[in-house]
């Protein structure tokens, strides 16, 4: 697998009881370690983020809950972002998530 | 998977999919899912035949918890606390059944002593039987993490139960600290087994003000307070020292509980339809804002109890309550629910009465009625 360090993340959280959009987290991976800007480029293979539908169904008739967007831009422009709650993501998506907010910066 | 698998209660038929079971769907199942293309109808079947595995789950879990009978005499108040030790697994430990001793877990005491008082309010105030009106068990879970390496800064209703983050204590303390939060979260249970407000565009906001209403009315309750002693905040002291802001929102005054750049800034709540927020209505946008334009309903309430005085609960409550109940629907918007509760208050109190003259007054001083 070639690493391709010029991807962008960009994650935004919305919902939740006190009903605020904090600013969102970036994440360029050019800046990284070459084993984490790896961990990420496996991660969106694991995920096949770019398959993924823009929103993935959440469970039941919940209030309140955290809503999150991940939109990943690659080198070439193609552009992809996923809406999902937490709980209805993979391991994947939700280590995507984890490694975003862990690197990147408000 | 096993080890990951939720414990979750029968509820309604799902609103949004027409799922019989509201399930969690697990990571690798929800890649093949993904990957296989009709996800909907694919999530679908695989809630219910996880909604099956679940009921067995429970049933294990019933027979742990003693003598709990399928049906509840009127008035029996039964609260479930478990802890998720920083984890998401659902429900978590059992840490205290209802009659349990006080233990020292702040956030466990809270969670237990908090649904208690909504119980106490409901049933006395409203004779309501639990959220569903039929003795529901009252379930919490604390300590809960979404992320095991991230605090939760939330509280949420998941469609059967309560769950509570530690907070990460830098913008906020525990979500169990404040009594109108609890209730706001039982609330929308309520809401749920009533008039199911969809939650997205204006009867989710709607959804989001029963749950504001109804929180702030119990801590009104609790603390024997007039309309004009109360404080109508939601979340008054669960924000850390460090937030420029009092509380997560105002029914009397929507747009001015906070100002602070890690909340997005200003708090963006409207108290005019005039100022009504259009926002997209996906989850990015809070599903059309249903947490901002709450404002609007929010001080409709607050203008009715503050006009009739005294405590909120036995006129304006009540007529909310009533519309609530009986008159609003899955899709009211701001102006059918309007409607509904000039309905109610002729009914409950006459037409020529000064409740029903209040109630309308209310809708047009926040431009929802002309």
Redesign the interface.
Known sequence: MTTNKSVKFTL?R??????????SIVLVASGLPDDVAQRLEQLLE???FF???S?????????????Y?LEVRRADGRTHTV?FA???????L?EL??LV??YGQR | MKSKMPIARRVRPDVHTGCPFCTIIPAHMMRGLVRSGDDKRSSCALSTLLGSQQLRGQRTMLGVLGAVSLMTPAGVKRRTIYDAQKASELPGVLVRGEGGAKGKDRMVNEAYDHAGVVYDFFSKVYGRNSIDDRGMRLDATVHFRQDPTESFDNAFWNGTQMIYGDGDGETFIRFTKCLEVIAHELTHGITQYEAGLKYHGQSGALNESFSDVFGSLVKQWKKKQTAAKADWLIGAGMLSKSVNGIALRSLKEPGSAYDDERFGGKDPQPGHMKDYLKLPDTRPGDNGGVHINSGIPNRAFYLVAHQLGGYAWERAGKIWYDALCNRIRADSTFKTAAKATIDSASSLFGDASAECKAVKAAWKKVGVLS
């Open positions: 935004m919305s919902g939740g009881v006190a009903g605020i959009r904090p600013p694991e995920a096949a398959e993924l539908p929103e993935l169904p959440e469970r039941g008739p919940s209030a309140d809950n955290f809503q967007s809406t937490e709980a209805s993501a993979g391991e994947a939700r998530k984890r907010r862990e």
